[in-house]
């Protein structure tokens, strides 16, 4: 599969972005999807992920209550709402699919297979 993240950019504190992330090639809803980043000098960390039916997400406690991942399997695309950002946010945001056959979602970088090329998000304060 392969991945394609948008919709990074210079937004306010406070402000809101959605990005999103298209999938071509394999079956897109065979895969859990995950986002992380990472901020200049950082680890690539977890933000969250989603399930193949998009029943059921799972976020870095960082950004719980502000961020919501949501899905649309019909449209091969995953999405990342990010509201209330904070300086702490900015950072080049990945998207990545894990295509095992597992059932629990996971923070773990080596446990998903593809991943996009990122996109930029800088949020000013």
């Known amino acids: 599969v392969q991945l394609q993240a948008s919709g990074g950019g210079l937004v306010q504190a406070g402000g809101s972005l959605r990005l999103s992330c298209a999938a071509s090639g394999r079956t897109f809803s065979r895969y859990i999807m995950g986002w992380f980043r990472q901020a200049p000098g950082k680890e690539r960390e977890f933000v969250g992920a989603?399930?193949?039916?998009?029943?059921?997400?799972s976020y870095a406690d960082s950004v719980k209550g502000r961020f919501t991942i949501s899905r649309d399997n019909a449209k091969n695309t995953v999405y990342l709402q990010m509201d209330s950002l904070k300086p702490e946010d900015t950072a080049v945001y990945y998207c990545a699919a894990d295509g095992s056959a597992r059932t629990v979602l996971s923070g773990i970088r080596s446990r998903y297979d593809y991943w996009g090329q990122g996109t930029k998000v800088t949020v000013s304060s």
């Open positions: 989603i399930i193949r039916s998009g029943a059921s997400t």
